[in-house]
């Protein structure tokens, strides 16, 4: 029996592992959010009133749930442009806020983009802060780049200085996270390709291609544009 | 406490280690394979370095290299417990090529991520007792 005993001991630990492996991995797959059809709604996130990129009739839409500190937000920002532009009028892009409460200047960034947006250039600012945020995330002092980064955009840095600490700025990015909580949205990015959320293994550039072809094929597309 | 005895109670305890590990690189493959490495949520140090190009190797979570190696490690642990001599060597190579892979990960945590993951400075304690297990392991001439 002893002869035996370390083949027993080995098969057991190796079944407990592939037990206990399968059984974490089907408690961890996030649950299959979708964005309600009539997403006026209160507490919906439809487009209605995100910070919209795109034709208001194309048969896809995407919606990200962001956060310009988290690092795979920003890595998935420069891929989303790049689809954008080879899909063009097939795609409309739609950004709402979601600041992490672990990211210590992710809410002063999403003010900062409103404060742009006030001026009309909230992409810009977008995709200024997520191509500059390994520099301002580790900043002591943010404010003081993002004046500058509103300096480098040309808009009038008294006005954006004040937007940034105003209750318009301010119930913009709380409207936004009132919606992903409402929604069941936990962590960023969060992504909707046809208020069908993407499953988090596919948060990359081919699984978003793959994600928006998938949703071009589909019958009867459903368009989160009412 | 004779040889043998010592030998098998360290053997014993690098069994026990292997199976922390084991359950650490689990987790980690399976947070791999959910894609939870890929969105934020949790700590944002955790993510910097399992989000990182160096977290794979080949498209492979290096976690399931891990898991694989601490599985390794917990049979030949056994073996070695039981009497094997072969499967001692084969626990030296193994801890000996954990030990050189987790200098790499450490030294890719501290100068090009700048972040540490806590999940992975575990595996690095568990190796770096696995490898003083191994060496302060008597050598054995008996096989069965």
Redesign the interface.
């Known amino acids: 029996m002893?002869?035996y005993?370390?083949f027993v001991?080995?098969a057991a630990?190796?079944l407990a592992?592939l037990v206990?492996?399968a059984m974490?991995?089907r408690a961890?797959?996030?649950p299959a959010l979708t964005i309600p059809e009539n997403s006026a709604a209160p507490g919906a996130g439809g487009a209605e009133s995100g910070h919209v990129r795109g034709r208001s009739d194309a048969p896809v839409t995407i919606i990200e749930f962001g956060?310009f500190?988290?690092?795979?937000?920003a890595?998935l920002s420069e891929p989303i442009n790049r689809l954008e532009r080879d899909y063009r009028s097939r795609l409309r892009v739609v950004f709402r806020h979601f600041p992490?409460g672990?990211?210590l200047h992710a809410r002063e960034a999403a003010l900062a983009s409103e404060a742009a947006d006030l001026q009309g250039r909230f992409w810009e600012m977008h995709d200024l802060l997520y191509r500059e945020q390994s520099v301002w995330s580790k900043a002591q002092d943010v404010r003081v780049l993002f004046n500058a980064y509103a300096g480098m955009l040309g808009l009038n840095i008294d006005r954006f200085k004040k937007d940034i600490e105003s209750e318009q700025a301010k119930a913009r990015v709380e409207s936004d996270e009132q919606k992903a909580v409402a929604l069941g949205v936990?962590?960023?990015?969060?992504i909707f390709i046809n208020n069908h959320a993407v499953?988090?293994?596919?948060?990359?550039p081919p699984g978003l291609r793959g994600s928006i072809d998938a949703a071009l094929r589909a019958p009867t597309p459903v368009s989160s544009t009412q | 406490m004779n040889t043998s005895r010592f030998r098998i109670i360290l053997y014993t305890l690098a069994a026990i280690i292997s199976?922390a590990g084991?359950a650490d690189a689990?987790?980690l493959?399976?947070?791999a394979?959910?894609?939870?490495t890929?969105?934020?949520?949790?700590?944002?140090d955790c993510?910097?370095v399992l989000?990182s190009s160096y977290a794979r190797l080949a498209g492979i979570p290096m976690a399931a290299f891990g898991?694989l190696a601490y599985?390794g490690v917990?049979?030949f642990a056994?073996?070695a417990?039981?009497g094997?001599t072969r499967a001692r060597a084969f626990l030296t190579l193994t801890v000996g090529t954990m030990f050189l892979v987790t200098l790499w990960l450490l030294y890719v945590q501290t100068f090009i991520l700048h972040a540490f993951c806590r999940y992975c400075l575990f595996s690095a304690a568990l190796v770096f007792g696995l490898s003083a297990i191994v060496v302060l392991a008597p050598s054995s001439r008996r096989s069965?």
């Open positions: 002893k002869r005993l370390p001991i080995t630990v190796a592992t206990s492996g974490l991995y961890k797959l996030l956060d500190q988290c690092p795979p937000c890595n992490l672990n990211h936990r962590t960023t990015p969060t499953p988090a293994a596919l948060l990359n | 199976l084991l689990t987790y493959t399976v947070q394979l959910t894609g939870e890929l969105v934020c949520g949790g700590s944002p993510f910097r989000g898991t599985f917990f049979s056994t073996f417990a039981f094997y069965p």
